[in-house]
């Protein structure tokens, strides 16, 4: 342990240093507009500067609050190339990686190969997937920027968070609320918005930019939020603390709701049938079973179902539509363009995953390489026909996460998801049955189903503000899993 005097003293080293250090990065990233080529190695090399004075001081914590106070405020800027950076937190995200690394060259090999990171191992199908692809990809580029891109996030959000959560549990419960304040100042700024437009609904999309790109984006991260702020206030011992968890919660509710994402509003019927089951403490046999029942009963009578969703009229356009007349549009597969659309790049992403089952197109290359394995009955006026020229309110890639690892990297994507998230179901279902943690295991396990039922329509995990929600909770997760004591819950004092 240091004395305060030393504290005092490394505190004032660490302003002395990394400061000036940060001031020259952030110079160097405007710059580089002009000289690229030289300032790009200068970039990285500040950036591994400041990675070894936090761990030398010891400021890895500092650095995650940095981060999720930074991220809801992110926003894309163009770079090199053609690709964007989003600034500043993908500088930060960068730091945090150097600084994992560090880390792992100073820990003893013992420390590394204990069974808390072995847990890692359970993502390594997914992260090869990426890796193996890269060669076999149509844009090669586009491939190794994409990988790369995803391994940076579950590297720092799922590894690098873990490892500290490990030694901080009552981490991830101020990271949330530092994340939760942002994005709830968002919030404020796009009501603000809205009302300037008197209230049009036709204008949601585009009020939460340019932190978020779109209004889905918000609503999932929102129902990532409420989830954890609900289930948390269940258990929590002081009535107080509930009445402030449930608070928060009710907010994002709200902020769901106010985004009119009907893939994140479900989300959050999904994730009270997965609390239920939990609370109920069923056995991961009966879900295969009860699978197995319901998708029998829907191939059984797919005709009627068929039938009965063509007559679905609600459009979620509609401006004089409510809110629960949007979410019924969600069954709209005819005269809803959204859907329709949403429709014909699943229709592409299965036909590029027959004529490529084992390498797929590569990583990141789906929307510049689906347009000719479009279904011409499916085509419509947000059907896109130039990549870089997409439609007025188009645009994006295949509308569901695991569909997209299929097209782009064939099976074994399919495979890297199914590896991972059969274990989060197992430790779910199974492990956590009488474990002191239990129910900080189900809050996350709670949390996290809202993104495993959202990813059937949309893809978001290599956008850095949801990646930090999702792969940070499955790290919140792994902690609670490997800790014999029990942990603090959520707004409750280390």
Not at 192 to 198: A, G, K, P, S, V
Not at 366 to 381: A, S, V
């Amino acid at each position: 342990m240091l004395k305060t005097g030393e504290s005092h003293t490394l505190t004032h080293q660490a302003l002395l240093y990394l400061l000036p250090a940060a001031v020259l990065v952030m110079f160097a990233f405007f710059a580089a507009k002009n000289t690229i080529i030289m300032v790009i190695p200068l970039i990285i090399f500040m950036m591994g500067f400041l990675a070894c004075f936090i761990v030398r001081l010891n400021l890895q914590v500092h650095l995650l609050k940095t981060i999720a106070l930074l991220l809801p405020f992110s926003i894309e800027l163009p770079f090199y190339m053609n690709s964007m950076i989003r600034f500043p937190g993908e500088l930060f995200i960068g730091i945090a990686a150097m600084t994992l690394i560090i880390e792992i060259l100073w820990q003893p090999l013992k420390d590394i190969t204990n069974s808390f990171h072995r847990e890692f191992l359970w993502a390594l199908p997914l992260l090869l997937a990426f890796l193996i692809t890269i060669p076999f990809s149509e844009m090669l580029y586009v491939s190794v920027k994409f990988s790369f891109i995803n391994i940076l996030y579950i590297s720092v959000f799922l590894i690098f968070l873990a490892r500290h959560l490990r030694k901080n549990p009552g981490l991830f419960s101020r990271l949330l609320l530092l994340y939760g304040a942002g994005i709830i100042i968002v919030a404020l700024s796009g009501f603000y918005r809205l009302w300037q437009w008197e209230f049009n609904p036709i204008v949601i999309r585009g009020i939460f930019q340019p932190f978020y790109k779109d209004h889905t984006l918000f609503g999932a991260s929102s129902a990532l939020l409420a989830a954890v702020f609900f289930v948390s206030g269940i258990r929590n011992q002081s009535a107080l603390n509930r009445f402030i968890l449930w608070g928060f919660s009710a907010v994002f509710v709200l902020m769901v709701i106010f985004s009119t994402s009907r893939a994140a509003f479900l989300s959050l019927i999904f994730m009270l049938v997965v609390l239920m089951m939990m609370y109920s403490k069923f056995r991961i046999i009966y879900i295969i079973i009860s699978s197995l029942i319901v998708a029998a009963i829907v191939f059984a009578f797919r005709g009627s179902i068929e039938e009965r969703l063509t007559r679905v009229e609600t459009i979620s356009y509609d401006e004089h539509a409510g809110f629960m007349e949007r979410a019924e549009s969600a069954a709209n597969i005819t005269t809803d363009m959204s859907n329709v659309e949403r429709l014909n790049r699943w229709v592409s992403a299965l036909r590029m995953f027959k004529e490529r089952p084992f390498t797929g197109f590569g990583p990141g290359t789906y929307q510049f390489t689906y347009i000719p394995y479009q279904e011409p009955g499916l085509m419509n006026r947000l059907s896109v026909t130039n990549p870089f020229e997409p439609p007025e309110g188009s645009g994006g890639t295949t509308h569901s996460e695991y569909l997209l690892a299929l097209s782009e990297m064939g099976i074994l994507g399919l495979i890297g998801w199914i590896v991972l998230l059969g274990r989060w179901v197992y430790i779910a279902f199974e492990k956590s049955r009488n474990h002191p943690n239990r129910w900080l295991i189900i809050t996350a396990i709670a949390a996290l189903s809202t993104y495993i039922f959202h990813a059937n329509f949309n893809n978001f995990l290599t956008t850095d503000k949801f990646a930090f929600l999702f792969w940070g909770t499955a790290a919140w997760l792994i902690t609670n899993l490997y800790g014999t004591e029990k942990k603090p819950e959520i707004l409750h004092a280390d």
